[in-house]
């Protein structure tokens, strides 16, 4: 729209119900399954239309691998012998979601298994 006044434009996004609004951020990280989105020096702008919130962001874009985390049969074995689970796949997704942090995987299947 050229040649329009800031203040009419905000007249005209109010009497839609729109709002607009800057927000300031230093770094914006969209998490995929295998790779994440970093935004560097981005521009980050809210619209709110009817209680729907959109962001806008721009920026320097770079794709992160995501890497994957190794677990070794010590590690499964070691979080049985602490938990009493048998099961394979459930010790190991806990390995996973911890990073492969035994402690914490310990911590996590014992407070799952009460």
């Known amino acids: 729209m050229p040649n329009l006044d800031p203040r009419a434009l905000k007249r005209m996004m109010d009497s839609m119900g729109m709002k ?4 300031d ?3 914006v990280i ?3 399954k295998e790779r994440n989105l970093v935004i560097e ?3 980050v ?3 709110e239309v009817q209680g729907t919130k959109t962001f806008q962001i721009s920026g320097s874009v770079t794709e992160v691998e995501k890497s994957k985390v190794e ?3 010590d590690d499964v074995e070691m979080v049985r012998s602490q938990t009493g689970i048998a099961d394979d796949a459930k010790i190991r997704s806990a390995l996973e979601e911890s990073n492969g942090d035994i402690a914490e ?3 996590k299947l014992k407070k799952q298994n009460g």
């Open 41 to 43: 020096n981005p521009n």
């Open 30 to 32: 969209i998490e995929g």
């Open 20 to 23: 607009s609004t800057e927000i």
């Open 45 to 47: 702008t809210l619209v």
């Open 71 to 73: 677990i070794s049969e």
């Open 105 to 107: 995987a310990i911590i």
């Open 25 to 27: 951020a230093e770094r």
